[in-house]
């Protein structure tokens, strides 16, 4: 593959043998929220949010709303306490907060922090500066929050421009580039890792994946060739996407991550190839949540028929 580079020395032309796409994933900021209302100062992703305080020192208001309650939302909140600013709620559409239970009690009973569970922003609302923002209740009913800055929390994206620029198959769920289990893309000596290909699990996970890709650069750097690209693995809803996706017996992953849309009690995760069980998982005691990581192990992709179709997950 052919790179074409843009740095301090001007545009470059890099070639290698082998690319590793670790691009990874960004907050869907307002203007892809398709959030109206006017286009005051104060609004914020996490991830603006934390370079303005903890890089640049900014001043960042003084009362916050802060959109979302995952884990990503409540780490935003404490920079925002961390500014002396004020977090005037946590807002979600979902019914209840998608983080640890001891997390969510913390920020409501110790820092005082309300919840409004089933709620949208429906309008950012000032001039110059936010002064509000209107919230919607599934219900209907409307309000106003007084604030001056607004965090828009989650919501993450893989940053695949690069991918597509490349040419590289797509996964319809995570719309990351579609890997298998040692990260191969579609395209021969280019591998892809960390939130690029699952947007987003914590940093360990992407810091391991970029760890253990080395292994199949060096495989491929010494010779070995570029498997087929293999049977795509599919989720059936609620399940909303699954990484790796790609399956290559040869290539199986240390484990699979998968999402959820709606929160599931005790799931129970089968894997059907061509009407055949392939296996049955229970993937943990708890309830599975929207927007945090459920896993589902390996050790049933050697049941695959690679000349057979499509694999799926679907909850039993
Ligand atoms: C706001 C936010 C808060 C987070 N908080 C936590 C947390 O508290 N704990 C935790 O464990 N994880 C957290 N995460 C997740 C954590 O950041 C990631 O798991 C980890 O950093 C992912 O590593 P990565 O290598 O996949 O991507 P990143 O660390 O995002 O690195 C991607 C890099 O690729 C670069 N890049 C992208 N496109 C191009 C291009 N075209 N050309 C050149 N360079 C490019 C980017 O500039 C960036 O430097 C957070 C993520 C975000 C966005």
Not at 138 to 158: H, I, K, N, Q, S
Not at 178 to 183: E, T
Not at 246 to 253: D, E, G, L, N, V
Request: glycine content about 12%.
């Amino acid at each position: 593959p052919v790179l074409t580079a843009v740095g301090p020395g001007g545009p470059e032309t890099i070639e290698a043998r082998a690319v590793v796409l670790a691009t990874g994933a960004r907050e869907r900021p307002r203007t892809a929220r398709l959030v109206p209302g006017t286009r005051p100062a104060g609004v914020y992703t996490t991830g603006e949010l934390q370079q303005a305080v903890h890089l640049f020192g900014q001043d960042v208001g003084a009362r916050a709303v802060v959109v979302g309650a995952e884990d990503v939302s409540y780490a935003a909140a404490a920079t925002v306490r961390a500014a002396g600013a004020e977090v005037v709620a946590l807002v979600t559409e979902h019914p209840r907060a998608q983080t640890g239970r001891a997390r969510a009690r913390a920020a409501r009973l110790c820092q005082g922090i309300p919840l409004l569970t089933d709620t949208t922003v429906a309008e950012l609302l000032g001039r110059g500066r936010l002064s509000g923002v209107r919230v919607r209740h599934r219900d209907g009913r409307t309000a106003v929050l007084v604030c001056d800055t607004v965090v828009f929390t989650g919501d993450f994206v893989p940053d695949h421009e690069l991918a597509r620029r490349g040419g590289l198959a797509l996964d319809p769920g995570t719309r990351g580039p579609a890997v298998d289990g040692a990260l191969h893309t579609s395209r021969p000596g280019v591998f892809a890792a960390g939130n690029v290909v699952h947007a987003v699990e914590r940093a360990g996970t992407a810091a391991g994946e970029g760890a253990g890709v080395a292994g199949a650069v060096l495989d491929f750097l010494a010779g070995k060739p570029w498997p087929e690209p293999g049977l795509p693995l599919a989720v059936e809803a609620p399940l909303r996407w699954i990484a790796p996706n790609r399956i290559t017996p040869a290539a199986p992953p240390a484990r699979y991550v998968l999402r959820t849309s709606t929160p599931l009690t005790r799931p129970v995760l089968r894997i059907h190839q061509d009407g055949r069980l392939l296996h049955s998982e229970r993937p943990g005691l708890g309830a599975a949540l929207p927007n945090r990581p459920l896993t589902l192990t390996a050790r049933w992709t050697g049941r695959v028929d690679p000349k057979g179709g499509e694999v799926r997950v679907s909850l039993a």
